[in-house]
């Protein structure tokens, strides 16, 4: 909270962590994860031996398909935070989805 209150343009965070969703912040907070609530949703996730593809729905409102090369949930939450970062920045989603494809993890 005391982080959250220092912010000075907006917060991405996880709607699906039960603490979270009680932010209270000054700037815009922007949630992802697999709940409907979410700003960014994942949904559809397929996975394949190649890796995880998954469908964005922002506010409700399907975006793009995107394709990692990784799997877990936790891998498509990462990938779905820098998504809505750079929905929100207005990066050209076809960059994301490029970036996305060849990111071969930490």
């Known amino acids: ?3 959250a209150l220092q912010v000075k343009k ?3 965070a996880c709607g699906d ?3 979270l969703p009680k932010i209270q912040a000054k700037v815009p907070v922007v949630y992802y994860g697999f709940n409907e609530e979410n700003d960014f949703q994942a949904r559809n996730v397929v996975k ?3 890796g995880t593809t998954f469908d964005v729905f922002v506010r409700n409102t399907f975006y793009d398909t995107f394709y990692i090369p990784a799997y877990g949930n936790h891998n498509v939450l990462n990938s779905l ?3 809505a970062l750079c929905h929100y920045e207005a ?3 076809e960059l994301i989805k490029g970036a996305l494809t060849t ?3 930490v």
């Open 81 to 83: 935070a820098v998504i």
């Open 91 to 93: 990066i050209d989603v």
């Open 17 to 19: 962590d039960e603490h």
């Open 10 to 12: 907006a917060i991405i």
């Open 103 to 105: 990111f071969g993890g």
């Open 1 to 3: 909270q005391n982080m």
């Open 48 to 50: 394949n031996t190649e």
